[in-house]
């Protein structure tokens, strides 16, 4: 049976990511050459990324006195995406820093799992009305269990380090990480 399009949450079936969400690719989404526009990723990116909050129940920094702002993106694009295909947008926490976390994410096309595009997203925790970054609740102390948006089998210092590859090589890369709870 075919993926619902609204499925999300967590998943082991493209380690090291652990969470995923689906997207379907819609006419109004496609250029004149019939292939997604390069910026309809992003809307994509973001609903794996907010689904993703959503599951680790951080809904309630969306609004509020403290929230997270794009701060900064990168983006790779691998091979092109058309009308009607079922993305699985996978998601994961790459770096959290003293005000913000990075994110890697990867679109697969479900029908041949074909790597559609790669993206790297870094998120700052704002107070809203100084507009100025402020420390994120995220932070953990070093040596101090993983947080749990971090992924599976990293160390709170090793997703704090940056040390990890970018969402291209995460997208390829073995699983060493334990089995998802």
């Not at 009607?84 to 990867?106: H, K, M, Q």
Request: positive net charge.
């Amino acid at each position: 049976m075919p993926p619902d399009l609204y499925d999300a949450g967590p998943t082991d079936r493209r380690p090291p990511f652990r969470f995923s969400a689906h997207a379907r690719v819609w006419f109004s989404d496609t250029d004149a050459q019939g292939v997604v526009y390069y910026g309809r990723y992003l809307p994509y990116f973001d609903h794996a990324r907010l689904e993703y909050h959503r599951h680790l129940g951080l809904t309630a920094m969306w609004h509020g006195a403290r929230e997270f702002v794009m701060r900064a993106m990168s983006v790779e694009y691998e091979a092109p995406a058309v009308f009607d295909d079922l993305l699985e947008v996978f998601t994961r926490v790459a770096r959290i820093g003293r005000t913000s976390i990075t994110f890697e994410c990867a679109a697969y096309r479900v029908d041949d799992d074909v790597l559609m595009c790669t993206a790297t997203q870094t998120v700052v925790f704002i107070d809203t009305a100084a507009r100025r970054p402020t420390r994120s609740r995220a932070r953990t102390p070093a040596g101090a269990a993983a947080p749990p948006h971090a992924p599976l089998g990293t160390s709170a210092e090793t997703a704090r380090s940056g040390r990890r590859a970018g969402p291209r090589a995460a997208a390829r890369a073995p699983d060493r990480s334990p089995e998802p709870h």
